[in-house]
């Protein structure tokens, strides 16, 4: 595949995987109310990936 993915969470983290790259998303949980209660688990596979952090990190960088 020739193509690039990026996806958006809704916490506002974006990640960009290049062509030939998999990725393994085990768990992804945003509460607003409760900034510190929220996680972000994504293992790469193979490939390449980046990142750009949101508010997940931003409030509690042990999450990630």
Known sequence: ADGEVVLLF???QMLSMSPE???RIDEYRFDT???KESRST???VEGTVQIVTGAIAAANPDAL
Request: proline share 8%; net charge negative.
């Open 42 to 44: 994504i293992g790469l």
């Open 33 to 35: 109310q409760d900034l």
């Open 10 to 12: 809704p916490d506002g």
């Open 21 to 23: 790259s998999t990725l």
